[in-house]
C-alpha cells in the first residue's frame, strides 16, 4: 500500500482496528463473483497481478447495495464502459486499465473504512467514484498518493483538504459544496413559488424537514438563513433520523401553518417517497397552496418507484447533472447510446453520466504526465484542469479553498428539475432547461 509517511500519524488511524474487523465482513462483497482471483475490467476482486504485470488499476468504493444502490450500480456501469472503450484503443498509454470495487452500501462509516483499507491496498493509480460518504471518505482515501476524485458533495469531504492541503491535496470532489444546496435554493425557491401561482408576497413562511445527516442538515441550515434574510419565517423545523415510516404528525404541522414553500432535504428515496405520498394524501380534499422542493433526492431512480402519481409537481436540484452547457447534445446522446447498447438500458440517473467526467479528467491528466505513477504530476494536471463534460465545464478551487468544482452557469450549473408526466423534467437554468416549471396538481 503506498501511503504517505508522514500520514501515518492522521485521524484516520484511531479506527484502524475498526475497520480491519469491518474488513473481514466486507470480504465476500468486495470479491468477484464466484470468487475468482483473475483480474477484469469491471470486477471487485484480484491480487497485485494487475500492477505487477502492468496494468493500470482503477479503484472505487460505491453503494452497491442498499437505499443507494442504483445510484452504485450506474456508477460501477459508467466505469466499466470507459475502461472497456480505453482498453479497446490501445488501453492508457498502451497498458491496459482493470477496475477494483467495493461497496459502501447504505454509507455506515464502518464500511467506508473498511473499503479504504481493502481498496488502498490494491495500490490503485487512481481512485474515482460518484458518492462513498458520511463525512470521513476524505480522510479514508486520501491515505494514498494516487489521486482520489468523488463527487460527495459535502463540507466535511472538503474542509480536511482546505485545514491540511498538504496532506489531503490528493482529492477532488468535481463537484460544488453541499452549502450550495441551500444558497441556490433560497435564490431560485421565491421567484418560482411567484411564478407558479404561489402567494409569496402576503405568505412569507417556510417549513423545513432535513436529517441529522451532514449532506442534508447543512444546506439546509444554510437555506433556513438565507431564506430568513429576505423576510421569511420558518415556521416548521423538523430534524429526523432516516427511516421514518409515518410523517403524520411532521404533516400535519405543516399543513396546519401552511407554508408557501416546504422544503425537504432527506438523501433516502424511500423516506422522500413516503413523505411525499402521505403529504398529498393528507390534503387531497383541502389542497396545498405551497411549492414542495426536495435536495437531489428525486434523482435517485427508487423515488419515482416508490412515490408514483403522489411525486407530481415537486422541485428538485443538484449540483451536478447532465447539460449541454460544455458539449453538444450529440455528445451526450452519443455515450447514452452507447451505454444503452452496453448495459441494456440509458442511464437512469446522473452518475452514469457525471462518473465518465471525472475517470475523463483523470485520464487526461495521465496522458499529460506521460505516466499513471507519477502522482505529484498527475494531481498537478488535474489542479490545472479545464475540462468540458456532460456537466458542464470543469475547473477546480485552490487546495486552500478545498479543490472542488467550480459552480455556476458557465461552468457546473446546479439544475432544476420538476416531475411531470413521471419523469424529470429540466427547468432550469434557461440555458438547459428542457421544459418549464407547471403549477403542482395539489394547488387549489
Not at 127 to 143: E, W
Not at 219 to 242: C, W
Not at 315 to 323: A, E, Q
Not at 412 to 422: E, R
Request: aromatic fraction near 8%; proline fraction near 6%.
Amino acid at each position: 500500500m503506498r501511503l504517505r509517511a508522514e500520514r501515518h500519524d492522521a485521524p484516520w488511524r484511531a479506527w484502524k482496528g475498526l475497520a480491519l474487523v469491518a474488513l473481514l465482513a466486507l470480504a465476500a462483497a468486495c470479491a468477484p463473483p464466484g470468487g475468482s482471483d483473475e483480474p477484469t475490467a469491471g470486477d471487485g476482486g484480484g491480487d497485485d497481478a494487475a500492477a505487477e504485470e502492468g496494468d493500470i488499476v482503477v479503484a472505487s468504493a460505491m453503494p452497491l447495495t442498499g437505499p443507494y444502490a442504483s445510484d452504485g450500480e450506474e456508477m460501477k456501469q459508467g466505469l466499466e464502459l470507459a475502461i472497456e472503450e480505453i482498453n479497446a484503443d490501445d488501453g492508457l498509454l498502451g497498458r491496459q486499465v482493470v477496475l477494483r470495487t467495493c461497496d459502501v452500501a447504505a454509507l455506515e462509516v464502518d464500511t467506508i473504512q473498511a473499503c479504504a483499507e481493502r481498496l488502498l491496498g490494491e495500490d490503485p493509480h487512481a481512485v474515482i467514484t460518484g458518492y462513498d460518504d458520511s463525512g470521513v471518505n476524505t480522510l479514508a482515501f486520501g491515505q494514498g498518493d494516487m489521486p482520489y476524485l468523488h463527487a460527495v458533495t459535502m463540507l466535511a469531504a472538503i474542509e480536511p483538504v482546505m485545514e491540511d492541503p498538504e496532506t489531503y491535496g490528493n482529492v477532488f470532489q468535481y463537484d460544488p459544496s453541499d452549502i450550495d444546496y441551500g444558497t441556490d435554493s433560497a435564490e431560485r425557491l421565491p421567484g418560482l413559488a411567484e411564478e407558479l401561482g404561489v402567494d409569496v408576497e402576503n405568505n412569507r413562511t417556510i417549513a423545513v424537514v432535513t436529517t441529522d445527516y451532514s449532506y442534508n442538515a447543512v444546506g439546509a441550515e444554510k437555506f433556513v438563513e438565507d431564506m430568513e434574510a429576505q423576510g421569511f419565517e420558518t415556521v416548521v423545523n423538523e430534524t429526523t433520523s432516516f427511516g421514518v415510516e409515518e410523517w403524520g404528525p411532521i404533516i400535519s404541522r405543516i399543513t396546519q401553518a401552511e407554508p408557501a414553500i416546504i422544503s425537504f432535504w432527506n438523501l433516502d428515496p424511500s423516506d422522500a417517497a413516503r413523505f411525499i405520498t402521505q403529504l398529498r394524501r393528507a390534503t387531497q380534499d383541502s389542497g396545498l397552496d405551497s411549492l414542495v422542493y426536495m435536495q437531489y433526492t428525486p434523482s435517485i431512480p427508487e423515488f419515482l418507484e416508490l412515490a408514483g402519481d403522489s411525486a407530481e409537481g415537486v422541485l428538485w436540484s443538484t449540483v451536478i447533472g447532465v447539460n449541454d452547457s460544455a458539449v453538444p447534445q450529440s455528445d451526450i446522446d452519443d455515450y447514452t447510446e452507447r451505454f444503452r447498447e452496453a448495459v441494456g438500458n440509458e442511464p437512469q440517473s446522473n452518475y452514469g453520466y457525471v462518473i465518465r467526467d471525472a475517470f475523463d479528467i483523470w485520464v487526461k491528466a495521465v496522458e499529460e504526465a506521460g505516466c499513471a505513477e507519477c502522482f505529484d504530476e498527475v494531481i498537478a494536471n488535474i489542479r490545472e484542469t479545464d475540462h468540458a463534460g456532460f456537466s458542464g465545464r470543469f475547473e477546480f478551487t485552490s487546495p486552500e479553498e478545498g479543490q472542488f468544482a467550480k459552480q455556476g452557469d458557465d461552468l457546473i450549473p446546479t439544475i432544476w428539475s420538476q416531475v411531470q408526466d413521471g419523469e424529470n423534467v429540466r427547468i432550469l437554468p434557461e440555458s438547459v432547461a428542457e421544459g418549464s416549471p407547471e403549477a403542482p396538481p395539489w394547488m387549489p
